[in-house]
């Protein structure tokens, strides 16, 4: 039934709905049958139909050019408002509860108040003032300062004072026996600033509570100085076992006499204890100190510190007998035999040192302890800066493999190494290294470890001795001999580094790498005829394409053009896909201006190592000189389509295009090298030079986005904060470009620059230094300078100044070719 009428509900319904929408018909219905029509009007009757102007702003306009007229009452208002108030304000008073009601109270003058403020400070004074004896506690001289630190107490603290009175009243009332209720009443006072009060208070809590340290104390505290003494003493006369008061008592004297005296007294009732002891032997001379120290470990023999501290004062056999005891008393504590192990070494015999620390271990293990390595190993490291080496050594050879796993040895004594070596731990770390390298004789990973460590803290001697001592376990390891080798010439001692290097051809008779150490040595030192001749043999013998590299190099040198080409086309029968040999010989035909030849070879390069940047590179650089920048771009392409997403070429197109002054295109290549190469340091830090110096920065931005660890970049970053004079950020941040790539000499360079410009005469020394000892190899400016003929033999340091003067150069053709 309910749904039949549901149905009938709904049909009536949608019938008045829809009789009321014909009766009533929309806006939009009613011109239906005009907007129809809408499809006759021509295109020129539409565009004659003229604009409606927007009527409401010239409204707004009129409405608003009315005048009228500032009322009296608001000037009469900014009027009072700017004068100086001389009365206070009687309702704020009343509303604060304190004063009559608002028609009763008069109208007060401020000049009265700031008389009554005398009145005021002298009141002050007078409650600050002592009413026993009659001296005034003020400080005359830090009153005023502290007037300037007292916070005005307002109406609502005022009322939580007055709360906190009736609440600690009533607790120390009901329980007259809680010490914390006299304090925190005596507190609460000193708080409210009634010193008096609190003093009583706090004396009615010491009558109450004689027994309780902390009511004497703080007794002591609010008393005034010349009656503090006299609180402390009763306090210690009640409780004459309270160490905390007697500490309190020498405290409060003002001579290491007295108090020395006062903590004797103290002992007589506590002999047993330590902070006693401690503080007093703290102000004995060395005589009473070990007398006193004896008299200690009588009465506290458990207590390890008392008795090291009594070793360290007695003579040599005396402080045996002393560790003795100690032993007997102590026999769980390690403490003692690291202190007999450095006793002994103190007085020159290294031979006990280890025996006792191995005796010691044995010891401690019978007596059931846990050998804890960790703790052992850091003993291990306060021994070494107390200066007792043989002692840390001993500890490091008996502790390090307790606990530890068979395989897991190697990894972890060197990581252990590591740690010391960064907490600056050095003898501990070569300690760790020693006592592996009796157990892993033959582990080349841990001798050239140990190596690393003499070389960056031990002596040329000591390393020496290390490498020897290492090629003798392990003669296989080239690695070894040439640290050796090149330990000596860098120590100016070129005939022990070439015995070095016989001695390790000797042991590693095919070696191409000693082979190439020897020739690099002959050849450094301007031995050039021996270099040849170890070349020859190396050739020989059947040496790698880097045997034919250094041969064609050293003859380039010497200008034997001949023999450079022939030592070249036999390489390249050999090995073909060696590239650097087809550069040299593209680099030889350019040098002697035969141009069509170094094509040739370049191209006979390419086709058998097509992977190669630097031959297209120079390819089309040389295409570039001969033909022009079309060729070049042709050459360019190519090499991109054989190497796809490679940031070097693309940077070669942009650069090859600036050049020629064409701008434009340069940027549209450079869009297209970001958007192929998204993460390329080299292509950001060029686009980011490129861009107009406002959008420098912008760009800079979006660099570190995209690779924010790239070396590139941030050197980058680095030249625009030099342009823009910020000294310190410009040297940050080329300090972390050279730390992130330290072989990278364009780099340091830059920094050298920058020093150079704005730094001491120091920091250019340290940037000098560091740049040696990292030996860069690469950069894009560095490379063609070092590898020059004419710098072959050059110093680091030569280099780096040349490399200076081309960025100087670099820069000035730059700026011209912008004006």
């Keep these: 039934m309910d749904s039949r009428r549901k149905d009938r509900r709904e049909a009536r319904l949608k019938e008045e709905i829809e009789k009321y929408r014909a009766s009533n018909p929309k806006i939009t219905e009613q011109f239906a049958n005009l907007k129809r029509k809408l499809y006759t009007v021509s295109a020129q009757e539409w565009e004659s139909i003229p604009e409606i102007g927007d009527y409401s702003l010239r409204n707004k306009k009129k409405?608003?050019?009315?005048?009228?007229?500032?009322?009296?009452?608001?000037?009469?208002?900014?009027?009072?408002?700017?004068?100086?108030?001389?009365?206070?304000?009687?309702?704020?008073?009343?509303?604060?509860?304190?004063?009559?009601?608002?028609?009763?109270?008069?109208?007060?003058?401020?000049?009265?108040?700031?008389?009554?403020?005398?009145?005021?400070?002298?009141?002050?004074?007078?409650?600050?003032?002592?009413?026993?004896?009659?001296?005034?506690?003020?400080?005359?001289?830090?009153?005023?300062?502290?007037?300037?630190?007292?916070?005005?107490?307002?109406?609502?603290?005022?009322?939580?004072?007055?709360k906190a009175r009736l609440l600690l009243k009533s607790v120390t009332q009901t329980n007259p026996k809680h010490p914390p209720g006299w304090i925190a009443a005596a507190r609460l006072e000193e708080v409210a600033g009634k010193i008096?009060?609190?003093?009583?208070?706090?004396?009615?809590?010491?009558?109450?509570?004689?027994?309780?340290?902390?009511?004497?104390?703080?007794?002591?505290?609010?008393?005034?100085?010349?009656?503090?003494?006299?609180?402390?003493?009763?306090?210690?006369?009640?409780?004459?076992?309270?160490?905390?008061?007697?500490?309190?008592?020498?405290?409060?004297?003002?001579?290491?006499?007295?108090?020395?005296?006062?903590?004797?007294?103290?002992?007589?009732?506590?002999?047993?204890?330590?902070?006693?002891?401690?503080?007093v032997v703290e102000l004995a001379n060395e005589e009473d100190a070990r007398l006193l120290l004896h008299r200690a470990v009588e009465c506290c023999p458990l207590h390890i510190e008392l008795w090291l501290a009594l070793a360290r004062l007695e003579t040599y056999d005396n402080a045996k007998k002393v560790l003795n005891k100690a032993r007997e008393k102590l026999s769980k504590e390690p403490a003692i035999w690291i202190t007999a192990a450095k006793l002994e070494e103190a007085n020159g015999n290294t031979s006990m040192v280890g025996k006792i620390i191995e005796r010691g271990i044995r010891a401690l293990q019978r007596e059931g302890l846990a050998i804890d390595r960790e703790a052992w190993m850091r003993e291990a490291e306060a021994a070494e800066r107390a200066g007792s080496v043989a002692t840390c050594q001993a500890?490091?050879?008996?502790?390090?493999?307790?606990?530890?796993?068979?395989?897991?040895?190697?990894?972890?004594?060197?990581a252990d190494a590591e740690e010391c070596k960064k907490r600056g731990s050095i003898e501990t770390a070569r300690a760790i290294y020693a006592h592996a390298l009796t157990v892993f004789l033959t582990k080349k990973s841990i001798w050239l470890k140990a190596a690393?460590?003499?070389?960056?803290?031990?002596?040329?001697?000591?390393?020496?001795?290390?490498?020897?001592?290492?090629?003798?376990?392990?003669?296989?390891?080239?690695?070894?001999?040439?640290?050796?080798?090149?330990?000596?010439?860098?120590?100016?001692?070129?005939?022990?580094?070439?015995?070095?290097?016989?001695?390790?051809?000797?042991?590693i008779p095919n070696s191409e790498e000693i082979w190439l150490a020897a020739f690099k040595l002959e050849f450094e030192n301007n031995e050039p005829e021996r270099a040849r001749m170890l070349l020859?043999?190396?050739?020989?013998?059947?040496?790698?394409?880097?045997?034919?590299?250094?041969?064609?190099?050293?003859?380039?040198?010497?200008?034997?053009?001949?023999?450079?080409?022939?030592?070249?086309?036999?390489?390249?029968?050999?090995?073909?896909?060696?590239?650097?040999?087809?550069?040299?010989?593209?680099?030889?035909?350019?040098?002697?201006?035969?141009?069509?030849?170094?094509?040739?070879?370049?191209?006979?390069?390419?086709?058998?190592?097509?992977?190669?940047?630097?031959?297209?590179?120079?390819?089309?650089?040389?295409?570039?000189?001969?033909?022009?920048?079309?060729?070049?771009?042709?050459?360019?392409?190519?090499?991109?389509?054989?190497?796809?997403?490679?940031?070097?070429?693309?940077?070669?197109?942009?650069?090859?295009?600036?050049?020629h002054g064409n701008k434009k295109e340069a940027d549209i290549l450079m869009a297209k090298a970001l958007q192929e190469c998204p993460n390329s340091g080299i292509l950001w830090a060029a686009s980011i030079e490129m861009v107009p110096r406002p959008q420098r920065k912008t760009k800079s931005m979006d660099a570190l986005k995209k690779c924010d660890h790239d070396p590139h970049v941030i050197a980058a970053v680095a030249k625009l904060f030099w342009h823009d004079r910020k000294v310190d950020k410009a040297r940050n941040w080329l300090n972390r470009a050279v730390t992130l790539a330290p072989d990278i000499g364009d780099f340091w360079a830059l920094y050298y620059k920058f020093e150079l410009q704005h730094g001491t005469e120091e920091n250019q020394k340290d940037v000098l230094k560091r740049c040696e000892a990292a030996e860069p190899k690469h950069?894009?400016?560095?490379?063609?300078?070092?590898?020059?003929?004419?710098?072959?033999h050059q110093s680091i340091e030569a280099i780096?100044?040349?490399?200076?003067?081309?960025?100087?150069?670099?820069?000035?053709?730059?700026?011209?070719?912008?004006?």
């Design 536 to 659: 020859a043999k190396a050739r020989e013998r059947g040496g790698t394409e880097k045997v034919w590299m250094k041969s064609a190099i050293v003859e380039r040198e010497l200008g034997n053009l001949d023999e450079e080409r022939k030592l070249l086309d036999e390489g390249l029968k050999r090995y073909a896909s060696f590239f650097k040999l087809w550069l040299m010989l593209g680099q030889l035909e350019e040098r002697l201006g035969h141009l069509e030849k170094a094509k040739e070879a370049y191209d006979s390069g390419l086709k058998h190592c097509s992977n190669s940047i630097p031959l297209w590179l120079s390819r089309a650089n040389l295409e570039e000189k001969m033909v022009g920048l079309s060729k070049a771009r042709a050459v360019l392409t190519m090499g991109r389509k054989k190497n796809p997403q490679n940031p070097e070429l693309w940077l070669a197109a942009v650069r090859a295009e600036l050049r």
């Design 395 to 414: 500890i490091i050879r008996n502790t390090i493999g307790i606990g530890v796993e068979e395989e897991d040895r190697k990894r972890t004594w060197v």
């Design 452 to 507: 690393q460590l003499e070389k960056s803290h031990g002596t040329r001697e000591s390393l020496d001795a290390l490498l020897r001592k290492a090629v003798t376990y392990r003669p296989q390891a080239e690695v070894l001999w040439l640290m050796g080798a090149k330990e000596k010439w860098l120590a100016g001692d070129v005939p022990a580094a070439r015995a070095i290097l016989q001695e390790a051809y000797a042991a």
């Design 800 to 819: 780096l100044k040349k490399v200076v003067v081309a960025l100087g150069k670099e820069e000035s053709a730059a700026e011209n070719n912008k004006h």
């Design 779 to 792: 950069g894009e400016k560095w490379q063609p300078i070092s590898k020059a003929v004419e710098n072959s």
């Design 63 to 162: 409405r608003f050019e009315s005048f009228v007229p500032v009322p009296d009452t608001l000037l009469e208002k900014a009027r009072q408002e700017k004068e100086h108030v001389t009365a206070l304000d009687p309702k704020s008073r009343a509303a604060s509860g304190t004063e009559t009601p608002w028609s009763q109270t008069p109208v007060t003058d401020l000049t009265a108040v700031g008389e009554g403020r005398g009145t005021v400070l002298s009141l002050k004074l007078d409650r600050l003032s002592d009413s026993v004896s009659g001296l005034t506690v003020v400080d005359p001289k830090g009153y005023l300062t502290d007037l300037k630190s007292m916070k005005i107490t307002s109406d609502a603290e005022i009322s939580d004072i007055k």
């Design 196 to 279: 008096q009060a609190a003093r009583q208070l706090i004396q009615k809590g010491c009558e109450e509570c004689p027994k309780s340290e902390d009511v004497w104390l703080e007794a002591c505290r609010l008393a005034n100085p010349d009656e503090a003494k006299a609180v402390i003493a009763k306090g210690v006369k009640t409780i004459p076992n309270s160490v905390k008061l007697w500490m309190q008592a020498a405290k409060l004297e003002h001579d290491d006499l007295n108090r020395s005296r006062v903590l004797r007294k103290g002992l007589e009732h506590i002999p047993d204890s330590v902070r006693l002891w401690k503080a």
